[in-house]
């Protein structure tokens, strides 16, 4: 028998809060950033750069003015657990991001918040002026502001969040220069998920050692997933890492699960074939938290359709392959759908879909291939027929 | 001054007139005004000191930042995959039949206007739409004639 799968509490559960943020006053900047990179945390927003090394980098630059941003614009399709931490354990969220100050050394920290969350407005203000209250109390100067944001996508992306920030489009920016260095009007910024801030907390209070203990060399601690499509319980539920898509399966699956869309609209489609030998992590296929399965009644033709359209319209069109291919790949489909292009036609925007993945100049661009290329190579009868 | 020439110049003195203020002042116009007109945009340009481009250009970019004239209450549907798979035409369907509109349409009356939205974010509960600011899983087309029927009472 295969082992479980764990369900872990780190995150939703319940701590004295301001007690961690009191005893981590106490103890040197360089200490706590040591721990967080010991515990092996990688970001949870979808890159999973490690997370200490972040706040390493950005502690290391001098600057004036530094600032934390905690990324609450969660518009990956499928994903919804960001809204669920913000609604049940805020407090933990703004002691995340007290402590990612004090580490870096920024008075400042901003939620950006995406627009279609503004029900949550009234509540996190008001949590936010009552932490204000007890970090003054502490005599630790840190202020949180929050920005939202106005239905883009692509202002997930650290830089084009920065820009919308700046009140300008939301368009990427070049890397490098990382934010770290030059981020929010081109200070130092540590740029961090809403989930990454309350498990850096949360190893703040327990040491590395627990969390380490979780998960997979590559892949550390647990992480809250964003079940939904085919599933008799969709839901957020956290997860120690580690687990094979057929235990994930088994648990959340309808009995019938024909494929499952591990990342959202930028993440892999696995077939079930596949399912015994994928690891959810670093190692195997990595995933924001978004999980979403099909069964055998779903066309995959409409959901590869479903996700082109997705990005076609969120692509901010700054850059020529991202821009005219996301729009090729939805009208190529379409046309050898209608049998207007052969078949082989599909090879050919499977080229075009390598291009997108070298030459677009940020993430959305450079990921399109990823269910592109996955649904093609699992479902091809599917597209054509 | 006009209205929204007074909305603006107020959100300027309470925000500031630096650049990271259009956002919100962008924002703070549609809430009140359902779009932003060229009038407001000229008023933003001048009170923040930036060409009525740069402000039409931001504006522009963003999807909730309505450049054309919106009903007082904006319907989106999420059409995104599971919500998609979960039913959202019914949804859709059953709205444009009760306020005799199509997708992309605003009421005679401007109360109403039906639009579609990209994921919001609540996938597991889907499918699922938003009326300004408001959210609503799970409908059904019978919860939806009975949402939207409560809006139509409110006036
Ligand atoms: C198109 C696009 C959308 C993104 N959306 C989000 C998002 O909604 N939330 C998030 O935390 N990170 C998002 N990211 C990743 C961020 O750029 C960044 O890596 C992350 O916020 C860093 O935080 P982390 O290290 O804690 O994951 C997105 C990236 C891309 C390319
Ligand atoms: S890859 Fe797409 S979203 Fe990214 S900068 Fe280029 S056009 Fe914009
Ligand atoms: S797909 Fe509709 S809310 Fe995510």
Known sequence: ???????????????????????????????IILDVIDSGLRGRGGAGFPTGLKWKFAKNEEADQK???CNADEGEPGTFKDREILTQVPEKVLAGMALCGYCIGASEGYIYLRGEYNFLLPSLHKHIDEFHKKLKALKFDFTIRICSGSGAYVCGEETALMESM?????????????????????????????????FALMIAQEGPEKFKEMGTFDSRGSK???????????????????????????EFGDGDTKAVQ???????CVARKDFKSTLIGFEGIPTGGSMMLFNSSRSMYNILNDYLEFMEEESCGQCTPCRVGCQQLLKGIEAVKKGIKPPSYLEDLQKLSDTMRIASKCGLGQSVPNPFNSIIKNFREEIIY | MSKVKELVKEQADKLGRQR?????????????????????????????????????????????????????????????????MKGKDEIIRTIEGMLKIKLGETTTDKRFSLL?????????KGPVMLI??????????????EIINQYLKKG
């Not at chain 1, 809250?224 to 399966?249: H, K």
Request: charge should be negative; include cysteine; charged fraction near 25%.
């Open chain 1, 262 to 268: 591990v990342g959202g609209a930028s993440g892999f």
């Open chain 2, 20 to 84: 990271t203020s259009l956002m919100p002042i962008l924002q703070a116009v549609v809430s009140a005004e359902h779009y932003i007109s060229e009038e407001a945009m000229e008023a933003i340009a001048e009170e923040l000191d930036l060409s009525t481009a740069d402000v039409f250009g931001t504006a522009s970019f963003y999807t909730f930042l309505d450049t054309v004239p919106r009903g007082k209450y904006i319907i989106r549907v999420c059409k995104t995959i599971t919500c998609h």
């Open chain 2, 116 to 124: 579609q939205a990209n994921c919001l974010g609540w996938c597991h």
């Open chain 2, 132 to 145: 300004n600011d408001e959210v609503y899983p799970e409908v059904t087309p019978e919860k939806v004639t």
């Open chain 1, 224 to 250: 809250v997933f964003s079940v939904s499509g085919d599933t008799p319980t969709p839901g957020i539920f956290e997860l120690e890492l580690g687990m094979t898509l057929e235990q994930f399966v088994e």
């Open chain 1, 166 to 198: 700046e009140g300008k489009r939301g368009e990427p920016r070049n890397k490098p220069p990382f934010p770290t260095s030059h981020g929010y009007l081109g200070k130092p910024t540590s740029v961090n998920n809403v989930e990454t801030l309350v």
């Open chain 1, 1 to 31: 028998m295969e082992k479980n799968i764990k369900k872990v509490d780190l995150i939703f559960g319940k701590v004295d809060y301001m007690a961690i943020v009191e005893q981590s006053l106490k103890r040197t900047r360089d200490e």
């Open chain 1, 67 to 69: 600032y934390v941003i």
